[in-house]
Structure formats: C-alpha cells, structure tokens
Nanobody, 115 residues
C-alpha cells in the first residue's frame, strides 16, 4: 500500500514551465516503476512519462524534448519538469506507482495552459 500526493500544478501561459512533484509514502521499499499520466476533459487518460527504479525513462511522443521525468529515491519523490507548455497540455496530471503487483494513483493536480 502506497499513498501518492501530487503538487505543483497551476495556471501558466503558453511557452511557460511547471514542475510537478509526487511524494510517496507507505510501502516505499517495494515501489518499482513510477509514472505520470494526464487526462483532459472528454478524453482518455494517457501516459506522459515513466521511470524505473534504476532511472530508465520513456516518454509519449507528444512530450519528448519538452518534458523530463526524474526520481529521487532517497526522498521517495518523482518529478515532471514541463517546458514549452502549450494549451494541448492542459489536463489533470496523475502520478502512479507500480508496487509489487498493484498500481496506485495519486489524486491528480490540474495544469492549465492559456494561449
């Protein structure tokens, strides 16, 4: 059992940047892959980026070169640095974690990009 709490969302102008954080607590020793997903109104939740415990990363094509996922295992925290934001990035961003054979989700944080 793991609890995930996202923070760092907000309203930004197109071209701006935000840094999202996701702090994990609970069964932190068994956290494996962590990731960020997002969901815009009326759309399916989609993968943004994932990172393994060892630091290997993968990104959705739509965010490659703009977003960077990172992880601080000592702090049990995963980050998403988002640069060159555009209105298409507007969504609720969710942190998730693979813990043993279970997947846990945070409550989400709203990111709104104005044009």
């Amino acid at each position: 059992q793991v609890q995930l709490v996202e923070s760092g969302g907000g309203l930004v102008q197109a071209g701006g940047s935000l840094r999202l954080s996701c702090a994990a607590s609970g069964d932190i020793f068994n956290i494996n892959t962590m990731g960020w997903y997002r969901q815009a109104p009326g759309k399916q939740r989609e993968l943004v980026a994932v990172i393994t415990r060892g630091g290997s990363t993968n990104y959705a094509d739509s965010v490659k070169g703009r977003f960077t996922i990172s992880r601080d295992n000592a702090k049990n925290t995963v980050y998403l640095q988002m640069n060159s934001l555009n209105p298409e990035d507007t969504a609720v961003y969710y942190c998730n974690a693979l813990v043993r054979i279970s997947i846990y989700w945070g409550q989400g944080t709203q990111v709104t990009v104005s044009s």
